[in-house]
């Protein structure tokens, strides 16, 4: 059932007028939490089955009383929403639909991601590029804080070439995409996580998260975190300006930076340790249950 009011009466020709029911397709550039990695695993070996049907910014699998999403939200406004993904999948996949991000993605890998997705909604039959309002999200940085930064002779310098892949992928879409809302979401502080994941976690995190993210919790370059965690928040610091750059800011095509998660902390038990049921199998990844704690916390 949609919701009343929830969409205007005539397509809307400003971005500045859109109600959340005149959003007619949604898609998503990101890396593995973007594509659902281990949301539902029980082994760490589940890690590698992306759950994009209940990403958090590009799922759309069941409804949102069962799985908390931008997209099961949308389509209580519109239920014709276009794009968001079906279920488990790879991109290669029908089901992955416009949500293209990959898991291991880093920030070099967007501008690549945002050509498939232009070319994704230009082929798609029901798409209309013209006349249909489109809400595209994206975030990345992870992956580049985790197992690059450490492994770069000058990791400052991983902020310019961001910047250079953050513009390039913006103008890609704003010069193929009409009618296009982009919500620029900056990643959560790496370090602030880290310092979070304190002692009695199974044995299998230690293992899983210095595997993952060992640039930022493994002690060989626990020197070196100072310097990291000042590199991640300009990182962050550059996405929320990007996105008010007059350029990416018309009638037609706008980008708003969502600095919601920027300041995310890990919740903790009772006892004051990092209660896992928030993390996946790995003790990194998400599980379905942080979807729905992300939403009550934004701001």
Same mark, same amino acid.
């Given at each position: 059932?949609?919701i ?22 949604i ?6 939490? $973007? ?6 695993? +029980?082994? &760490?070996?589940? #890690?590698?089955?992306?759950?994009? =049907? @209940?990403? *958090? ?6 409804t949102?009383?069962?799985?908390l999403?931008?997209?099961n ?36 890998d ?61 103008? $890609? ?6 009618? +296009?809302? &982009?919500?620029? #979401?900056?990643?959560?502080?790496? =370090? @602030?996580? *880290? ?10 995190c ?22 990291y ?24 095509f ?6 919601f ?39």
């Open positions: 059932m949609m009343r009011m929830g969409r205007s009466s005539e397509v809307p020709d400003s971005v500045h007028k859109l109600r959340p029911g005149d959003i007619d397709v898609g998503a550039i990101g890396d593995s939490v $973007t594509a659902g990695a281990g949301v539902f695993a +029980t082994s &760490v070996f589940h #890690i590698l089955v992306d759950n994009r =049907g @209940v990403s *958090a910014t590009g799922g759309g699998q069941g949102w009383r069962q799985y999403t931008v997209p939200i949308l389509k209580e406004y519109n239920p014709n929403l276009i794009g968001y993904a079906l279920g488990d999948s790879t991109v290669p996949n029908e089901a992955s639909q416009l949500n293209v991000a990959e898991t291991g993605a880093f920030s070099e967007m501008p690549y991601m945002a050509e498939v997705l232009v070319t994704r909604i230009k082929r798609h039959p029901k798409i209309d590029l013209q006349k249909h309002w489109k809400f595209i999200t994206i975030m990345i940085g992870g992956n580049d804080f985790c197992t690059d930064i450490c492994w770069v002779s000058s990791p400052w310098t991983i902020l310019e070439k961001h910047k250079e892949h953050m513009l390039q992928v913006l103008r $890609t879409l704003r010069d193929n995409l009409p009618r +296009t809302f &982009v919500a620029l #979401i900056a990643p959560p502080h790496l =370090g @602030v996580l *880290a310092d979070s994941y304190k002692e009695r976690l199974p044995l299998i230690y293992f899983t998260q210095n595997i993952e993210c060992g640039c930022m919790v493994g002690l060989a370059y626990k020197r070196f975190r100072p310097m965690d000042d590199i991640i928040r300009r990182w962050q610091e550059i996405d929320m300006e990007i996105a008010t750059y007059p350029e990416f800011q018309r009638d037609d706008v980008v708003v930076a969502q600095p998660l920027m300041d995310l902390t890990v919740p903790l038990t009772s006892n004051g340790y990092f209660d896992t049921t928030y993390a996946s199998a790995d003790c990194f990844h998400s599980s379905q249950k942080t979807n729905a704690w992300c939403k009550s916390h934004k701001t």
